[in-house]
T-cell receptor, first 116, second 113 residues
Framework: DAGVIQSPRHEVTEMGQEVTLRCKPI?????LFWYRQTMMRGLELLIY????????DSGMPEDRFSAKMPNASFSTLKIQPSEPRDSAVYFC??????????????FGEGSRLTVL | AQSVTQLGSHVSVSEGALVLLRCNYS??????LFWYVQYPNQGLQLLLK??????LVKGINGFEAEFKKSETSFHLTKPSAHMSDAAEYFC???????????FGSGTRLQVQP
């Protein structure tokens, strides 16, 4: 089975530019999560979806960040405008209904964002 | 609110030595607990999980962890370290019915030859 697929793996952009990160969850998984990893703050939950509906977006830093899940096989995380402090590795993870209540997640390889 | 504390951001052991990575949790209800491993430039991979069954949990690659409610701990151990165990290890907690995980700050394990 294919795992969680994220793109791009690496992105370097200039401050003020729009950044879009993409995620394809594992087929059949109905919960999707976006996490951000930095040296200073570790792994932080940004938002998660259940059946394509955002359930908890309390971790989204500010209005510059937005996430969508238009269908069960695709999600985006958008930053507009980007700032240097947004530089981080962004992970997407998914899980299936049977594992949902135990919180076991399957992670993608991450998108490393550098904002200059 | 749930939280996890990992004692020691870096641990160094010799190949063949015991590995002990410490994790303490805080949760208002009986938690689910996890250890994940992250190799360089990769995503997180589940090592093992505790979901209120046996308190001693065995995972992949020879790792195990013991849930101790009285100590609110879930330490990760491996009897004999291998060079391939060098990675960053994350303890995580979730509450039943809540899908999202809360992660600790991570412990980087170095294995010396």
């Amino acid at each position: 089975d294919a795992g969680v697929i994220q793109s791009p793996r690496h992105e370097v952009t200039e401050m003020g530019q729009e950044v879009t990160l993409r995620c394809k969850p594992i087929s059949g998984h109905n919960s999707l999560f976006w996490y951000r990893q930095t040296m200073m703050r570790g792994l932080e939950l940004l938002i998660y979806f259940n059946n394509n509906v955002p359930i908890d977006d309390s971790g989204m830093p500010e209005d510059r960040f937005s996430a969508k899940m238009p269908n069960a096989s695709f999600s985006t995380l958008k930053i507009q405008p980007s700032e240097p402090r947004d530089s981080a590795v962004y992970f997407c993870a998914s899980t299936e209904k049977e594992r949902a209540n135990t919180g076991e997640l399957f992670f993608g390889e991450g998108s490393r964002l550098t904002v200059l | 609110a749930q939280s996890v504390t990992q004692l020691g951001s870096h641990v160094s052991v010799s190949e063949g030595a015991l590995v002990l990575l410490r994790c303490n949790y805080s949760s208002s209800v009986p938690p689910y607990l996890f250890w994940y491993v992250q190799y360089p430039n990769q995503g997180l991979q589940l090592l093992l999980k505790y979901t209120s069954a046996a308190t001693l949990v065995k995972g992949i690659n020879g790792f195990e962890a013991e849930f101790k409610k009285s100590e609110t701990s879930f330490h990760l151990t491996k009897p004999s370290a291998h060079m391939s165990d060098a990675a960053e290890y994350f303890c995580a907690v979730s509450e039943p019915g809540r899908r999202a995980l809360t992660f600790g700050s991570g412990t980087r394990l170095q294995v010396q030859p």
